[in-house]
């Protein structure tokens, strides 16, 4: 499965990623969770739990539009374990407004 993923940033900061399968869900899963504690991200969920959706938005945001940048490699693994993770053909991941689009 193809998986087209677009990371944006606001107007002038957008990276699209077209990524040929992805990997496993759980492999995707384990990523994230460990980019979450590498990054020190913090989400305030009223339930206290933090879904897979929190992550993905919140490694992006931690991680910033610089990284996406001056990293390519680290990109695109971010957009293949998305992929992966969620299992769409398009995922849009807008950072600024912390939602995700399918």
């Not at 998986?3 to 957008?14: L, M």
């Not at 384990?30 to 339930?47: K, S």
């Not at 931690?62 to 490699?73: E, K, L, T, V």
């Not at 053909?89 to 950072?95: A, E, N, S």
Request: hydrophobic fraction near 40%; include cysteine; proline fraction near 2%.
């Amino acid at each position: 499965m193809q998986h087209h993923v677009i990371v944006t940033f606001g107007r002038d900061q957008e990276f699209e990623y077209k990524i040929n399968g992805g990997g496993s869900a759980e492999e995707a899963r384990l990523w994230f969770e460990r980019e979450f504690v590498a990054l020190e991200c913090d989400v305030a969920t009223p339930t206290g739990k933090i879904l897979a959706v929190d992550r993905i938005l919140s490694v992006a945001k931690y991680a910033g539009a610089s990284r996406f940048n001056s990293q390519p490699a680290w990109a695109e693994q971010f957009a293949r374990h998305t992929g992966a993770l969620l299992g769409r053909d398009l995922i849009r991941v807008d950072v600024e407004n912390y939602s995700i689009g399918y």
